[in-house]
């Protein structure tokens, strides 16, 4: 009897987990802004906080908290246009090389496996042919995005404008006796969401100074651009980089770099992921948000199964915030335990100047 019962628990629990995910991906339009809109409102909270302690009316000091966010990504979309600017002027150079490079991958494969080029380029417009879908739909993709990033802003000042009521609400369905809990949990929500986008902000930072001086001795042109795309990629843990350094490796490749650059290049990546695992992730990050590889590896692919690359962008901050709540309900505490790792928390470096 009580193995059948414990055997409905996990029947029930995995057709649960289906109807939440199922329920994920057809909610994807809606849910993906709202996330990205809450997680941003909780990372302006403490600004928006200081602006009000200064005497700024609340809505006034919510609009001056986008407003820095717009200018902080002005600046760096302009920083990446730059680079970008630079690289198309030499765009006819680089085709060239591609195609003499491409021409040699052809003699190569018809050399090694019989496929006359003829028959390569038959392969090669069936697959430009079967793609002109996602060229026509470029467009829709792009109006898409204009309009989830508005909704995004919008959400995250009705967000920070109405964070009191929204405090209210969940302390009122919690009974007497949890609301000290909740108000544990939600105090806990905030303060690793602040610490993982901020600390997760620094770190890039420091990766962009690290991959550019790198790069730069080893001699990879546009040093800089190719820094900041290994940086930014630092948002999907394992992958991102790991496809950031691929495209360095590609552009020496491309430019005509040795063996000598490659490694270089390879080199450069080892060591910073050395300095990032041991250094910058201990003092800068923290280990707040508190999640063994197997399941970071789990909620990343699942993640972009549900909802494309916003889902791997989203799935480690989300996840952290599922194990808070896992963490402070008696009931669930094991499902924390199981998505956790033994890592010692540590403080990270701004907390500890701080305090």
Excluded at 53 to 76: E, T
Excluded at 150 to 177: A, H, N
Excluded at 183 to 189: K, L, N, S
Excluded at 276 to 283: M, V
Aim: proline share 3%.
């Amino acid at each position: 009897m009580l193995q059948t019962s414990s055997l409905q628990r996990v029947v029930l629990f995995l057709l649960l987990a289906f109807l939440a995910i199922a329920a994920l991906y057809y909610a994807k339009p809606f849910l993906v802004p709202v996330c990205f809109g809450g997680l941003l409102a909780m990372l302006f909270l403490p600004l928006s906080l200081w602006f009000e302690s200064k005497g700024i009316p609340k809505a006034l000091s919510i609009l001056f908290c986008i407003i820095i966010f717009l200018a902080v990504l002005s600046g760096f979309i302009w920083l990446i246009s730059w680079q970008i600017t630079d690289l198309a002027s030499e765009s006819s150079d680089i085709e060239k090389k591609v195609k003499r490079m491409f021409s040699q991958f052809q003699d190569y494969i018809r050399s090694n496996f019989g496929l006359s080029i003829k028959q390569q380029d038959e392969i090669i417009s069936g697959q430009a042919e079967s793609n002109g879908s996602f060229i026509t739909g470029l467009g829709s993709v792009l109006t898409g995005f204009i309009v989830d990033f508005i909704l995004v802003l919008v959400y995250i000042f009705l967000f920070m404008f109405y964070r009191d009521r929204i405090k209210g609400f969940v302390l009122k369905i919690v009974s007497s006796q949890q609301k000290k809990n909740a108000e544990t949990i939600i105090y806990d929500i905030e303060k690793v969401s602040q610490q993982y986008i901020t600390g997760l902000g620094m770190m890039i930072g420091c990766l962009w100074v690290m991959y550019s001086i790198g790069f730069s001795i080893v001699g990879v042109k546009y040093a800089v651009l190719f820094a900041i795309i290994c940086g930014l990629l630092e948002i999907v843990p394992f992958v991102g980089n790991l496809i950031g350094n691929s495209l360095a490796v590609l552009m020496v490749i491309i430019q005509g770099g040795g063996m000598e650059m490659v490694i270089g290049v390879i080199i450069t990546y080892l060591t910073v992921q050395f300095l990032q695992t041991y250094i910058l992730e201990p003092l800068v990050v923290g280990a707040e948000v508190n999640i063994n590889p197997l399941f970071t590896i789990i909620i990343l692919v699942l993640g972009e199964l549900v909802w494309g690359i916003p889902g791997m962008v989203l799935a480690i901050p989300l996840l952290g915030i599922v194990k808070i709540i896992c963490d402070h309900i008696e009931s669930l505490k094991p499902y924390g335990y199981l998505i956790g790792s033994d890592k010692k928390k540590r403080a990270p470096l701004f907390k500890k100047k701080k305090k």
